[in-house]
């Protein structure tokens, strides 16, 4: 039958890109697709959130954290800056800013240039228990009438859809991209970005989301130890996970009651390399609400199992270092570590692809990656039921050089997914799969 046949044919070759369709009984076997608990999501406190940002005026100060290529090694720094509120939004576990956009600032600091046309930070403040002695204190602090915002805000820069030829425009967008993109930046994504703009479609596209991570170095001497350990990480693993998709959520709800324009458009979520570990997240938040109308999601360079993927990266440990006896662990207890953080996390991709079976999804993966490693991609593309899978040549660096020349077909794929009507004058592609 036509079914068998399309599962049959696994690997399409085009040029360096090989694609595989998703199951076409993909969502008909998503008998256990149902959304996240609520009880999953760590608290946050919105009484004290809403309080601030009642007493918010007309400027605040932001703390706003980027990364900076120097040579070979990415460095983070603060970035500093005032600037005017255009608007406030109270969220369920937050509030939304509105500011005249900073981009200029952090240009200046990254040395990249991106034109955006304004700027959310969403803040929350962490929830202590009655009773516990918490680190937590709200993250902003209030001298001489102005508010600082601490750097675990979450930063979103709008960008407005653009002519064929290039340039911004003020037409009604066709639909909203959430954007989070990679440690080093938006360098090799923005072809991508830039072509989905010229399909109408505005961007909100945020710093790499895991602010609120916390580096470790642990030494232990039993296996107890080690399984608290793995409690705390994926304790720490979830609260970023969940700040990352309270942010979204509130970002959309706020440009949905300001933009008239977008209030019945579709949204699509996009990660790219450590961005896409975050991404599913936060679709799986959206996804629990209709009015979010979350069309689809494309994720480049991804996978399942955060603790595992940094112990196993060739790039990045994620600043989580277990000793045993002055060693690193390996083999086994590192095995065992990996698989108790996932025993105990809820959020992780490994976990939120469990809501995700039934929505349209694209990975875009390195056929050898050894950053995200490529058997974390595989294990997330069956635990979201095997969606569309494009493979390049090579590893996680081959796959983002070689992106610009599958940019035109990842859009015609998004397009297709999300509904939207084609655009006069814009290049579609003819790849299968899209």
Known sequence: CLAALLVAAVAIPTGCLSQQRADPARAMRATDCAPLSPSVWPARDSESA??????????????RRVVVRKGQDLVSKDVFCET??????????????EIKSNSATVAAASGEMPQAAGHLVFVSHPFI?????????????????MTTIGHRGIHFDIFKP?????????????GLIVQFHGLGGSEYEQGTIDSLRRRGMMVIASDFPWNRWRSTVEEISTQADLLRVAEDLAACSDDCLAEAAYATEAAVEYLRSTRPALADRPVVVMGFSAGALAAPTVAARLIAKPESRLSSMVLVGSGSNIIRIAQESELTNGGVVVLQFGKRISGAMAGLRAGSYIERSKLDPYHAATALRRLPILMVQGASDTIVPTNSGAELHERLGSPDLWQTVGGHRALFMQLDNHADSICDWVVKAAGLPETPGVRTSSADGS
């Open 50 to 63: 809403m309080a601030e940002m009642q007493s918010i005026g007309s400027t605040v100060r932001l703390c």
């Open 84 to 97: 005017p509120v255009i608007g406030k939004h109270a969220a369920s576990m937050g509030y939304v800013l």
């Open 129 to 145: 228990p009655p009773g516990h002695v918490g680190s937590g204190a709200p993250d902003s602090s209030t001298v001489g009438g």
């Open 162 to 174: 653009l002519t064929p030829a290039g340039m911004p425009s003020d037409r009604a967008p066709t």
